[in-house]
């Protein structure tokens, strides 16, 4: 009985972590979407271009 139990709830938390996977992928793919990595990378380049440049001055 306990044997059983036990290979439910293996089987209850796989489905559980392969639910959640496919969510995390789906949402990691709309995120890229919204949000322009590229353009993201450029700026945080250029901010931080602009802060060794005045803290320099």
């Given at each position: 009985?306990?044997?059983?139990?036990a290979d439910?709830?293996?089987?209850?938390?796989?489905?559980?972590?392969?639910?959640?996977?496919?969510?995390?992928?789906?949402?990691?793919?709309?995120?890229?979407?919204?949000?322009?990595?590229?353009?993201?990378?450029?700026?945080?380049?250029?901010?931080?271009?602009?802060?060794?440049?005045?803290?320099?001055?």
């Open positions: 009985m306990t044997e059983i139990v439910k709830t293996v089987e209850v938390v796989k489905n559980a972590i392969e639910t959640a996977d496919g969510a995390l992928d789906l949402y990691n793919k709309y995120l890229d979407q919204v949000i322009p990595w590229q353009t993201f990378d450029e700026t945080i380049k250029e901010l931080s271009r602009f802060k060794q440049e005045y803290s320099q001055a």
